[in-house]
Structures are given as C-alpha cells and as structure tokens.
C-alpha cells in the first residue's frame, strides 16, 4: 500500500493538525499512533486516541504496539508499505532510520527553544522556556535524520512568551504556527520543492527529560521562579506541588502577589492569609496568592507551613 501523507501523533495536538491538513490542505491518508495501553507504561501528559477523528475523517490508523517502533510487528508493516511525506505532530520519540528511509519526502517534524537549532535540542522545550523566563519561542518544522533535533530546516516562526502564558496557552501558540508551516511544507511538497536549509551557525543546547517528580516547588526560591515552575507544568502536564501536614498539594495556577508589603514575621512556605478559599503564601523575596489547587487533607489554615 503506499500512503502520501502521513502524520505521526498520539496526543490532542496531533487531532487538531490532522483535522486542520484533512479539512483545509489535502487528505490525510493515514495516522501512525500508538494502542491506549501503550499509552499507559509512557506516563504520555495530553494523551488522545485518534479513532473517532480517524473514523469521521475515513483515515486508516495504524496502531503502533511500540512507541519506538521497534517491534517485528512495526517493522512488518513499514517495509511493507510505501509512503511520500511524513508529520510528526505530538510524537515525543525519536523515529528510527529504517521508518525515515521509507518516506521518500522525508519526516518532518517540530522543535523549539529561544534559540535557533540546534541550540535547544532535547526534551520539554516549551516547559523549559516558561521555567527558564524565556520571552521568546523559535518553532522550526525541519527534517528528521539519526540524530535529535537536527537543523535540517524547512521553515521556523518565532512568538512571544509572556508573564500570563501557561504551558497550554504555548502550546495553542504553537499549533497556531505548526499549522501555518505544514500548509507551506504540503505545498512544497505537492510541487516537488522542498527546500532545506542545514548551515546553522549556531551551537548545541540539550534540554534534560523533565519527570513529575521536578515540579517540586521549593518556597526560598524567588517569586518569580515558583510562579515559571507552576505555569511550566501546569494542565495537561503533572502540575507543580509541595506538601502541607505530609499531605501533597498540586498547585495548578498561582500569581505573584506583592514583593513590598513586610511579610518577615512569616517563613518562605507559610499561608498568611486565605481569601475566598485562595491562599497567600510567602516567597523568599515577596509572595504568592494560589488561584487553583488539589489537596487530600483538611482545608487550609493561616500559619500552616507548604514546603
């Protein structure tokens, strides 16, 4: 069978590419995802199966029982069957060269970081670029070859991260130009033009996985470190958390509230006033007024301890 476009993807982000490509640019002709309990030993944050979409659109899946693709199975069905161009949309791994060398446009696929590639290459950029205070995301659509992140440019976007932005609304920013540049590269490719650009003068940056266990927050960091950590890792991802009287908290949207008013007879970590169900926490350099959080024990007193 021979496929000409193909996206890889198992989370939201790739529903919404591949329901944008199949009704705006051309057909998809087929979804490279992985079964729901493969899902599961991935610990995959925004996980979505595809079928309903792929059952509405009338697009075949193709239900990988290895998210590496390295399973007999997987490689039956690759060298078995042809393909032209490949997007890789919410596929946090990398493909292997035998899957590449089957795509005779290649496999494209995204990465950013503040920088232009391959300085930020790795895992969680956009994570790391709220944690980091980064202000700006460079979103590339480049080539897949054996190594991460290679800068095998197609095309790139910049955008802005500012001070309101949580890890959802930089990923809607990002789908936003994902979008914009698969429409260019199917363009290209439909003509037979798809052009690279692989001189980068620039250097290597590696992001570090993140797990859930590095949203720990620790309360004698600075306001605004804190305040990066919970929007970094906010919904979909695992969240930011601490614990109160050995019971964890999950702290899903917090603020910086006030950096003047004296607060030294309270430690970092200690609740000094609660409003309407919202606690105001002390920072090492100011304090923290918490919008929206999870806690298993009894509600929340002035004077307790987070840390």
Request: proline share 4%; aromatic share 14%; net charge negative.
């Amino acid at each position: 069978m021979h496929y000409k476009v193909v996206v890889f993807g198992v989370k939201d982000t790739t529903e919404s590419m591949v329901n944008y490509i199949s009704k705006n640019i051309c057909p998809v002709d087929l979804i490279i995802t992985i079964a729901e309990k493969v899902s599961l030993v991935n610990n995959i944050s925004g996980f979505s199966s595809l079928s309903t979409l792929a059952k509405e659109l009338k697009v075949f899946v193709y239900e990988a029982d290895s998210y590496a693709l390295s399973s007999e199975a997987c490689e039956d069905f690759f060298n078995n069957n042809t393909f032209d161009v490949g997007i890789s949309m919410g596929w946090q791994r990398l493909i292997p060269q035998y899957v590449l060398n089957r795509f005779t446009y290649g496999v494209f696929g995204f990465h950013g970081s503040s920088g232009y590639l391959p300085y930020g290459r790795g895992r969680s950029p956009m994570n790391w670029s709220i944690i980091e205070g980064d202000q700006r995301f460079i979103l590339n659509l480049f080539r897949y070859d054996s190594m991460p992140d290679s800068p095998n440019v197609f095309d790139k976007v910049m955008f802005e991260i500012n001070e309101h932005d949580t890890i959802r609304t930089l990923q809607y920013k990002n789908i936003l130009c994902a979008k914009q540049m698969v429409k260019k590269l199917i363009e290209a490719y439909q003509v037979n033009d798809i052009k690279i650009q692989s001189n980068s003068k620039d250097f290597d940056l590696w992001y570090s996985k993140r797990t859930a266990e590095d949203g720990k927050i620790d309360f004698h960091s600075k306001t605004r470190d804190i305040y990066n950590l919970i929007r970094g890792v906010s919904n979909p991802f695992p969240g930011a958390f601490a614990y109160l009287n050995g019971e964890k908290i999950i702290i899903w949207q917090a603020y910086p509230f006030d950096s003047v008013l004296d607060f030294s007879s309270y430690a970092p970590g200690e609740v000094i006033e609660i409003f309407y169900e919202k606690p105001i926490v002390r920072t090492i350099d100011g304090s923290l007024i918490i919008y929206d959080y999870e806690y298993s024990g009894s509600s929340m007193s002035v004077g307790e301890k987070i840390e």
